[in-house]
Protein backbone atom coordinates (compact mmCIF):
# COMPACT_ATOMS: atom_id res chain seq x y z
CA UNK A 1 0.00 0.00 0.00
CA UNK A 2 1.05 3.41 -1.04
CA UNK A 3 1.22 5.58 2.87
CA UNK A 4 1.62 9.16 3.59
CA UNK A 5 2.34 10.13 6.88
CA UNK A 6 1.88 13.66 8.66
CA UNK A 7 3.92 14.71 11.55
CA UNK A 8 2.89 17.75 13.48
CA UNK A 9 5.14 17.82 16.65
CA UNK A 10 8.85 18.27 17.23
CA UNK A 11 11.35 15.74 18.23
CA UNK A 12 11.99 14.71 21.99
CA UNK A 13 9.21 17.34 23.27
CA UNK A 14 6.69 14.78 22.25
CA UNK A 15 6.10 11.17 20.99
CA UNK A 16 4.87 11.35 17.92
CA UNK A 17 7.88 11.23 15.81
CA UNK A 18 9.46 8.71 17.58
CA UNK A 19 5.44 6.58 16.80
CA UNK A 20 5.89 7.52 13.08
CA UNK A 21 9.10 6.65 12.48
CA UNK A 22 8.64 2.89 14.20
CA UNK A 23 5.14 2.86 11.94
CA UNK A 24 6.72 3.37 8.44
CA UNK A 25 9.77 1.47 9.73
CA UNK A 26 7.21 -1.65 10.27
CA UNK A 27 5.44 -0.90 7.11
CA UNK A 28 8.29 -0.22 4.91
CA UNK A 29 9.43 -3.92 6.24
CA UNK A 30 5.91 -5.63 5.49
CA UNK A 31 6.54 -4.26 1.96
CA UNK A 32 4.55 -1.14 1.86
CA UNK A 33 5.66 2.14 0.44
CA UNK A 34 6.00 5.13 2.28
CA UNK A 35 5.27 7.95 -0.57
CA UNK A 36 6.00 10.97 1.69
CA UNK A 37 6.48 12.10 5.36
CA UNK A 38 5.37 15.56 5.64
CA UNK A 39 6.25 18.00 8.79
CA UNK A 40 4.30 20.38 9.84
CA UNK A 41 3.52 22.79 12.93
CA UNK A 42 6.76 22.37 14.88
CA UNK A 43 7.37 18.55 13.39
CA UNK A 44 9.56 20.97 11.39
CA UNK A 45 12.32 20.83 13.83
CA UNK A 46 12.87 17.14 13.04
CA UNK A 47 14.87 18.59 10.26
CA UNK A 48 17.20 20.19 12.05
CA UNK A 49 20.86 19.32 11.70
CA UNK A 50 21.97 21.17 14.62
CA UNK A 51 20.02 18.76 17.09
CA UNK A 52 22.62 16.82 19.45
CA UNK A 53 21.18 14.15 22.10
CA UNK A 54 22.97 12.75 24.39
CA UNK A 55 24.85 9.61 23.62
CA UNK A 56 22.99 6.84 25.48
CA UNK A 57 19.57 8.37 23.62
CA UNK A 58 18.19 7.81 20.22
CA UNK A 59 18.95 10.50 17.64
CA UNK A 60 15.46 10.97 15.86
CA UNK A 61 16.74 13.13 13.02
CA UNK A 62 19.34 10.47 12.19
CA UNK A 63 16.68 8.08 12.25
CA UNK A 64 14.83 9.65 10.13
CA UNK A 65 17.56 9.90 7.50
CA UNK A 66 18.67 6.57 7.68
CA UNK A 67 14.99 5.34 6.94
CA UNK A 68 15.87 6.90 3.56
CA UNK A 69 12.82 7.84 2.28
CA UNK A 70 13.34 9.17 -1.51
CA UNK A 71 11.52 9.05 -4.76
CA UNK A 72 12.28 7.98 -8.19
CA UNK A 73 14.40 10.79 -8.92
CA UNK A 74 16.84 10.28 -5.36
CA UNK A 75 14.56 13.30 -3.95
CA UNK A 76 14.22 12.81 -0.12
CA UNK A 77 10.60 12.64 0.22
CA UNK A 78 11.05 13.90 3.94
CA UNK A 79 9.70 16.91 3.47
CA UNK A 80 9.15 20.19 5.83
CA UNK A 81 6.78 23.07 5.31
CA UNK A 82 8.34 26.11 4.04
CA UNK A 83 6.12 28.53 6.53
CA UNK A 84 6.43 26.81 9.19
CA UNK A 85 9.73 26.09 9.23
CA UNK A 86 10.80 29.66 8.12
CA UNK A 87 8.13 30.94 11.28
CA UNK A 88 10.79 28.50 13.45
CA UNK A 89 14.41 29.20 12.72
CA UNK A 90 14.21 26.10 10.12
CA UNK A 91 16.25 26.97 6.86
CA UNK A 92 18.05 25.50 4.08
CA UNK A 93 20.94 27.43 1.98
CA UNK A 94 18.33 28.48 -0.20
CA UNK A 95 15.96 30.52 2.15
CA UNK A 96 18.58 31.37 4.59
CA UNK A 97 20.38 33.56 1.42
CA UNK A 98 16.55 34.58 0.46
CA UNK A 99 16.39 36.29 4.14
CA UNK A 100 20.24 37.64 3.96
CA UNK A 101 20.56 34.93 7.28
CA UNK A 102 24.02 33.61 7.77
CA UNK A 103 24.10 29.19 8.01
CA UNK A 104 21.58 27.21 7.30
CA UNK A 105 20.44 23.81 9.55
CA UNK A 106 18.59 21.22 7.43
CA UNK A 107 19.66 17.73 7.30
CA UNK A 108 20.49 16.82 3.90
CA UNK A 109 17.82 14.00 4.04
CA UNK A 110 15.15 16.41 3.93
CA UNK A 111 13.63 19.47 1.76
CA UNK A 112 12.02 22.09 2.09
CA UNK A 113 8.94 22.49 0.21
CA UNK A 114 5.34 24.07 0.22
CA UNK A 115 1.58 22.78 1.74
CA UNK A 116 0.87 21.51 -1.96
CA UNK A 117 3.36 18.76 -0.52
CA UNK A 118 0.57 17.88 1.84
CA UNK A 119 -2.21 18.12 -0.55
CA UNK A 120 -0.70 16.29 -3.20
CA UNK A 121 0.16 13.44 -0.61
CA UNK A 122 -3.06 13.15 0.59
CA UNK A 123 -4.40 12.55 -2.88
CA UNK A 124 -1.73 10.06 -4.10
CA UNK A 125 -1.52 7.86 -1.04
CA UNK A 126 -3.82 5.28 -0.43
CA UNK A 127 -3.55 6.35 2.84
CA UNK A 128 -2.51 9.29 5.28
CA UNK A 129 -1.54 9.05 8.59
CA UNK A 130 -1.16 11.62 11.17
CA UNK A 131 0.59 11.86 14.40
CA UNK A 132 0.47 14.87 16.57
CA UNK A 133 -1.71 16.07 19.36
CA UNK B 1 -6.00 14.49 -10.46
CA UNK B 2 -8.29 12.37 -8.79
CA UNK B 3 -11.01 14.42 -6.75
CA UNK B 4 -10.90 12.68 -3.15
CA UNK B 5 -13.22 14.12 -0.15
CA UNK B 6 -10.67 15.91 2.58
CA UNK B 7 -11.91 16.77 5.65
CA UNK B 8 -10.06 19.01 8.29
CA UNK B 9 -10.93 18.35 11.61
CA UNK B 10 -9.86 21.43 13.88
CA UNK B 11 -9.99 20.52 17.84
CA UNK B 12 -7.79 23.10 19.25
CA UNK B 13 -8.75 26.78 20.45
CA UNK B 14 -7.89 29.63 17.90
CA UNK B 15 -5.41 31.03 19.99
CA UNK B 16 -2.68 29.21 22.86
CA UNK B 17 -1.26 26.93 19.87
CA UNK B 18 -0.25 28.01 16.48
CA UNK B 19 -2.46 24.60 15.42
CA UNK B 20 -5.78 26.55 13.99
CA UNK B 21 -3.78 29.20 12.39
CA UNK B 22 -1.74 26.75 10.57
CA UNK B 23 -5.00 24.45 10.05
CA UNK B 24 -6.88 27.53 7.92
CA UNK B 25 -3.00 27.70 6.48
CA UNK B 26 -3.24 24.06 4.77
CA UNK B 27 -7.16 25.00 4.08
CA UNK B 28 -6.55 27.81 1.79
CA UNK B 29 -3.52 26.07 -0.04
CA UNK B 30 -5.42 22.91 -0.36
CA UNK B 31 -8.52 25.01 -1.89
CA UNK B 32 -5.85 25.49 -4.86
CA UNK B 33 -6.45 21.86 -5.45
CA UNK B 34 -10.22 21.56 -6.76
CA UNK B 35 -10.90 18.28 -4.34
CA UNK B 36 -14.23 18.31 -2.42
CA UNK B 37 -13.07 20.13 1.04
CA UNK B 38 -14.87 20.23 3.88
CA UNK B 39 -14.35 21.11 7.57
CA UNK B 40 -15.68 19.83 10.87
CA UNK B 41 -15.18 22.42 14.57
CA UNK B 42 -15.24 19.89 17.37
CA UNK B 43 -13.94 20.60 21.36
CA UNK B 44 -12.11 23.18 22.01
CA UNK B 45 -12.09 24.00 18.18
CA UNK B 46 -15.81 25.66 18.46
CA UNK B 47 -13.74 28.99 19.75
CA UNK B 48 -12.21 29.06 16.38
CA UNK B 49 -15.27 30.50 14.72
CA UNK B 50 -17.00 31.99 17.54
CA UNK B 51 -18.39 35.74 16.61
CA UNK B 52 -16.31 38.86 18.16
CA UNK B 53 -12.98 37.88 18.63
CA UNK B 54 -10.75 40.43 19.65
CA UNK B 55 -7.01 39.86 20.43
CA UNK B 56 -5.97 43.19 20.85
CA UNK B 57 -4.55 42.48 25.07
CA UNK B 58 -2.75 39.40 23.73
CA UNK B 59 -0.04 40.54 20.92
CA UNK B 60 -1.57 37.97 18.41
CA UNK B 61 -2.98 38.74 15.11
CA UNK B 62 -6.55 38.19 15.09
CA UNK B 63 -7.36 35.31 11.85
CA UNK B 64 -10.86 34.93 12.38
CA UNK B 65 -12.02 36.88 9.60
CA UNK B 66 -10.22 34.66 7.33
CA UNK B 67 -13.22 32.20 7.68
CA UNK B 68 -15.36 34.19 6.23
CA UNK B 69 -13.15 33.94 3.09
CA UNK B 70 -13.74 30.41 2.57
CA UNK B 71 -16.67 30.72 0.78
CA UNK B 72 -14.69 32.37 -2.15
CA UNK B 73 -12.79 29.33 -2.29
CA UNK B 74 -15.57 27.27 -2.88
CA UNK B 75 -15.53 25.94 0.75
CA UNK B 76 -18.85 25.96 1.83
CA UNK B 77 -19.31 22.63 4.09
CA UNK B 78 -18.48 23.97 7.90
CA UNK B 79 -19.62 21.28 10.24
CA UNK B 80 -19.90 21.94 14.08
CA UNK B 81 -20.76 19.87 16.89
CA UNK B 82 -23.75 20.53 18.75
CA UNK B 83 -22.37 18.78 21.56
CA UNK B 84 -19.16 20.45 22.01
CA UNK B 85 -21.30 23.87 21.71
CA UNK B 86 -23.21 23.14 24.31
CA UNK B 87 -20.74 21.63 26.83
CA UNK B 88 -19.38 25.10 26.21
CA UNK B 89 -22.41 27.00 26.86
CA UNK B 90 -22.48 28.15 23.11
CA UNK B 91 -25.08 27.67 20.42
CA UNK B 92 -25.49 28.51 16.58
CA UNK B 93 -26.45 31.94 17.67
CA UNK B 94 -22.40 32.85 18.93
CA UNK B 95 -21.22 31.69 15.90
CA UNK B 96 -19.85 34.43 13.95
CA UNK B 97 -21.80 34.43 10.13
CA UNK B 98 -19.91 31.90 7.67
CA UNK B 99 -21.32 32.54 3.62
CA UNK B 100 -21.13 31.25 0.14
CA UNK B 101 -23.12 32.19 -2.73
CA UNK B 102 -24.86 29.01 -4.38
CA UNK B 103 -23.72 29.04 -7.69
CA UNK B 104 -26.99 26.62 -8.59
CA UNK B 105 -29.46 28.88 -6.97
CA UNK B 106 -28.89 32.38 -8.69
CA UNK B 107 -25.22 33.10 -6.35
CA UNK B 108 -27.97 33.05 -3.54
CA UNK B 109 -26.20 33.66 -0.57
CA UNK B 110 -26.11 31.05 1.99
CA UNK B 111 -24.44 29.70 5.52
CA UNK B 112 -21.74 27.36 5.30
CA UNK B 113 -21.92 26.56 9.02
CA UNK B 114 -24.10 23.39 9.85
CA UNK B 115 -24.75 22.39 13.41
CA UNK B 116 -24.51 18.48 13.44
CA UNK B 117 -24.38 15.93 16.28
CA UNK B 118 -21.44 13.74 16.68
CA UNK B 119 -23.55 10.62 15.42
CA UNK B 120 -24.39 12.84 12.43
CA UNK B 121 -20.58 13.88 12.12
CA UNK B 122 -19.21 10.13 12.72
CA UNK B 123 -21.22 9.15 9.23
CA UNK B 124 -19.62 12.09 8.05
CA UNK B 125 -16.04 11.38 8.56
CA UNK B 126 -16.66 7.88 7.77
CA UNK B 127 -17.72 9.18 4.35
CA UNK B 128 -13.66 11.28 3.67
CA UNK B 129 -11.08 9.64 1.87
CA UNK B 130 -8.69 12.04 3.81
CA UNK B 131 -9.22 13.27 7.42
CA UNK B 132 -6.40 15.47 8.83
CA UNK B 133 -6.39 16.59 12.03
CA UNK B 134 -5.76 19.29 14.09
Given at each position: ????IQI??G??QH?????????AK?????????FR?FF??????????F???P?????????W?E???K?????????I?????L???????S???K??????N????F????L??L?????????LV???? | M?????M?L????????V?A??S?E?VL???????????????????????????????????????????DY??N????S???L??????????M??????????W???????????A??T????????????
Amino acid sequence: MKIAIQINEGPYQHQASDSAYQFAKAAIAKGHEIFRVFFYHDGVNNASAFTVPPQDDRNVINQWAELGIKNADGEPELVICIAAALRRGMLDESEAGKNGITGNNINPAFRISGLGQLIEAGIQAERLVVFGD
Amino acid sequence: MATKKFMYLNRKAPYGTVYALESLEVVLIAAAFEQDVSLAFIDDGVYQIIAGQNTDGIGMKNFSKTYNALGDYDINKLYVSEQSLSERGLSEADIMPIVYEDEDDDWAEKSSIKIVSNAELTKIMAEQDVCLSF
